[in-house]
Nanobody, 122 residues
Framework: VQLVESGGGLVQAGDSLRLSCAAS????????MGWFRQAPGKEREFVAG????????DSANSVKGRFTISRDNAKNTVYLQMNSLKPEDTAVYYC????????????????WGQGTQVTVSS
């Protein structure tokens, strides 16, 4: 499975961005999909995850109420809508796929994307 992120960029605090992750290869709509991020000098951390059936999703406390994860299984694509962005959201955002729920730890991830940079200026 190959995961390719897009949609990152440089924005100002309070702005919105939508990240996309397109899956290809031996794809399966039954994978748990998610997003992690890594800020400079920090460890990679869980951001949000969504079950294959879209009936369950989860997100980190730091982004609850601001970020929304969704998926379109027909397009093999998962999205991360990020609103009210803050400078502390600056990081490389990675798309992830796995078979465990909740997929809130790196060890639970089977496939990773290459990452997309999100920079939020104050």
């Amino acid at each position: 499975v190959q995961l390719v992120e897009s949609g990152g960029g440089l924005v100002q605090a309070g702005d919105s961005l939508r990240l996309s992750c397109a899956a290809s290869g031996r794809t399966s709509s039954r994978y748990v999909m998610g997003w992690f991020r890594q800020a400079p000098g920090k460890e990679r951390e869980f951001v949000a995850g969504i079950m294959w059936s879209e009936t369950m999703s989860d997100s980190a406390n730091s982004v609850k109420g601001r970020f929304t994860i969704s998926r379109d299984n027909a397009k093999n694509t998962v999205y991360l809508q990020m609103n009210s962005l803050k400078p502390e959201d600056t990081a490389v955002y990675y798309c992830a796929a796995g078979s465990r729920w909740p997929m809130d730890e790196e060890d639970f991830v089977t496939y990773w994307g290459q990452g997309t940079q999100v920079t939020v200026s104050s």
